[in-house]
Every structure is written in C-alpha cells, then in structure tokens.
C-alpha cells in the first residue's frame, strides 16, 4: 500500500507539471505497466480527482480544473524558491504584499514539517540597493493586462509618461527626438505595440513589443505604462532579435530609463559603444549612441566622488559634460589615485 500511495502522488506531481500525459509515458515515468497506470488513475477519479481518459490503447489520460486541488509537492529547492518569491514579489508589484503573505503562509501549512523548516529559514527583507535605485512598484493591474495581451498576442494601446523630470530627457534624447520644452517631454504618449515579452532586470519590469508606428523593437518602462482597453486585434508574433530576451533588453541603451533621484547626476561622454555601456551601467541609468564606438551617460549616485568613481570604472577616454561638481570630484579622484599609485598619502 506505501507503494501505491506514494505513486499516486507522483502521479498528481506530474499532473500538476503538465495536465495532460500520453499513457505510454505516464507508464515509463512510474516505472509501471499501462494496466497499472489505469488502476492509478481510477484511484484518483474515486478520489474525486476529474482525471479524463482518452479512448483507445494509446489514450492520453487529462486532470481537467475541478474543486479540489493536488497536494502541493515540492522538493526541498522548490520550496526555498516560492518562500523567496513571494517575499520578495511586493518589491517590485505594488498592493500584493498581503496576498503575498497569506499565500506563503498557505503554502506552508500543506508542507510536511521538514520543508516548514526550510520555509521558515528564509526570512527576506527588501531594502534598496545602496548601487541602485529600483523603479517604483508596478500595479498589479497593469501587470494582469500587459500579461493576457502577450499571452493572446493581442496588439496593445497604452499611455506612456516618458518620465518624471523632462529637464532630464531633455539632457540625454538624441538630438532629432529632444522635446522643445521640459513640459512637452514629460507629457504622455500613446504607442500602438505588438507586445512579446514581460522581463525584469535590476528591480525594473520592461516591455518588449515591436512598434507598428515605428516599425522597430523597442522596450518600455512597464511602471510608465497605463494600458488603454483591450483591442481585440490579434497578431503573429515575429521573431525576436536574438535567442535570449533577457540579453536584448539589458543590451538596449534606450530602455525608457532615466537617472534615479539621487542626491547627484551629471552626464560624461565614454569612447565606448552604446551597446557596451548599457549593459554594465547602473540600472536607471540612460546611454545615448554618439558614434558607434561612442556614447553618451547619464546617471546619479549618492555623492559627486561617488558619481566620479562611477563612471571612471569603464576602461575608457572620458569626456565630462557637466555638472561642475562632477568636473571636481574628478581631479579629487585623480589626486587622490595618483598619490595611492606613488606610495604616499592623498593628504
């Protein structure tokens, strides 16, 4: 009876990984003959589990939705990794954090004990990192909406604020796109997308969706995003620019960021491609291509010595644009380098 009992639950562990089985495979999986997996799966249907069963010797066998739900299993991994995720969800979807909580808290209580330790173990704490400001929270709503339309590969009208501070895009967009006022550049837009994937990096959500206005693949600050009714227009998804989503956006040097609220900002010039900076440069901060092996950075940190050490940590000629402030912190960095490579004190 062990035996059995602990294949039926390998049975609903499997179920609950993909709902619907070949018999044949549900068979070599359990190690078991197709007559032995029929006999599970009856124990399951007078269980009350809605296991449907496809007519013919090669039948597939289907947990259809019903009222009752398969026992969670996790192993001891999956459970650390639910425990972080939903302490650490609400840091990054604002008014989820009590259903966070009550769904940790659901979780554990169908844990054996073994696994309530690990649970318990992991206690997370969201603070702001010291080297970066994430964006603000996204609305879960909005999470829900930008998900069905990529989901249903359905084209996507939002409202898109390019920004809190339009003196600061006006400081970093290129050339032919800058705003004629600081009013104009913090007005919204309404772009008209093919959305294709939700990503998160360095505490931000992003958009990726193909602009049928600009006809090109761009990526959106999903907490900028107010999305418009559903459109019921549908597309087929195009091909990505590359295999690893991940990979295009961090590569992005426009990604709809701006610097953080940080005590500091200014902006340098790197003889670097834009494409290299983006990648390595605090998140928030915004990389503009001058020339293919040149860019444009703007960023902030929490002192003008900080900023400096910043942006001295590209292996690169550095051009500062201003403010002054980042001009001195600069020659203090260059002194005080210059006096620790000669052996003596910056003092």
């Known amino acids: 009876m062990a035996e059995t009992s602990a294949r039926l639950l390998l049975l609903l562990s499997l179920f609950q990984s993909r709902r619907e089985w070949p018999g044949a495979v549900l068979a070599e999986r359990l190690e078991v003959s197709p007559r032995t ?6 124990r399951l249907r007078q269980l009350g589990y809605p296991v449907r069963v496809g007519k013919g010797p090669g039948g597939a066998y289907r947990l259809d939705a019903g009222a009752k739900i398969p026992p969670l299993l996790f192993d001891d991994e999956q459970a650390v990794a639910v425990a972080v995720a939903l302490q650490t969800a609400p840091s990054t979807v ?7 909580a009550r769904a940790l808290a659901a979780v554990r209580q169908v844990m054996p004990s073994r696994l309530r330790q690990r649970v318990d173990a992991v206690r997370v704490t969201s603070i702001d990192n010291a080297w970066d400001l994430a964006a603000p929270p996204v609305a ?3 999470l829900l ?3 069905t339309a990529v989901r249903n590969s359905e084209v996507l009208v939002f409202d898109y604020a390019t920004g809190p501070a339009g003196r600061e895009l006006a400081l970093v967009a290129p050339p032919d796109r800058r ?4 009013e104009a550049s913090a007005s919204p837009s309404s772009p008209r997308v093919e959305p294709h994937h939700l990503v998160v990096w360095s505490g931000r959500w992003y958009l990726v969706a193909w602009d049928l206005e600009g006809s090109g693949w761009r990526t959106f600050r999903v907490d900028r995003i107010t999305p418009h009714a559903p459109t019921g227009v549908r597309f087929t998804p195009r091909e990505l620019p590359g295999a690893d989503v991940t990979a295009f956006v961090v ?3 426009d990604r709809g960021d701006t610097p953080g609220q940080w005590p500091c900002h200014g902006e340098v010039i790197l003889d670097l491609p834009a494409s290299v900076v983006a990648r390595w440069a605090p998140g928030g901060a915004v990389v503009e291509e001058i020339a293919p092996d040149r860019c444009r950075l703007a960023l902030g940190a929490w002192s003008w010595t900080g900023l400096a050490a910043l942006t001295g940590t590209f292996a690169c000629d550095i051009e500062v644009l201003g403010p002054p402030e980042l001009k001195a912190a600069c020659a ?3 002194r005080r380098y210059a006096a620790a490579a000669a052996g003596r004190p910056a003092g």
């Open 37 to 42: 997996v029929r006999r599970d799966v009856a």
């Open 94 to 100: 604002a008014g989820i954090g009590e259903a966070s």
């Open 140 to 142: 879960s709503q909005v």
């Open 145 to 147: 909406a930008l998900g």
């Open 179 to 182: 705003p004629e006022t600081a």
């Open 251 to 253: 590569g992005q040097h």
């Open 332 to 334: 203090e960095l260059a």
